[in-house]
Nanobody, 122 residues
Framework: VQLQASGGGLVQPGGSLRLSCAAS????????MYWVRQAPGKERELVAG???????YYSDSVKGRFTISRDNAENTVYLQMDSLKPEDTANYYC?????????????????WGQGTLVTVSS
């Protein structure tokens, strides 16, 4: 099983980035896919989640600015991040679980990927 996140980088406040997470080794379409972030010195935060239907979850901190989507043909989940703020600076991880759960610990997920670093700074 692999979850490979990419797309992070340095962006100015107000800018945009799109993160991608390529999944392999499991039946992608049967899983909720999530993005979880951890800022330096802070606790993890569940940012967004999406099912096949799709049902979608966003944390209040990103609602209206971030958009999660998935391409089941490509086994990839995306996170479009607009109107970025310095407080969005974090490592962003993608994760998979067979059911919906608001959780931030890796052990609560079936699969957990490597992070991609997003830095929002002028």
């Amino acid at each position: 099983v692999q979850l490979q996140a990419s797309g992070g980088g340095l962006v100015q406040p107000g800018g945009s980035l799109r993160l991608s997470c390529a999944a392999s080794g499991f039946t992608f379409s049967s899983y909720w896919m999530y993005w979880v972030r951890q800022a330096p010195g802070k606790e993890r935060e569940l940012v967004a989640g999406i099912t096949l239907s799709p049902s979608i979850y966003y944390s209040d901190s990103v609602k209206g600015r971030f958009t999660i989507s998935r391409d089941n043909a490509e086994n990839t989940v995306y996170l479009q991040m607009d109107s970025l703020k310095p407080e969005d600076t974090a490592n962003y991880y993608c994760a998979a679980r067979t059911a919906f759960l608001i959780a931030t610990m890796p052990r609560k997920y079936d699969f957990w990927g490597q992070g991609t670093l997003v830095t929002v700074s002028s």
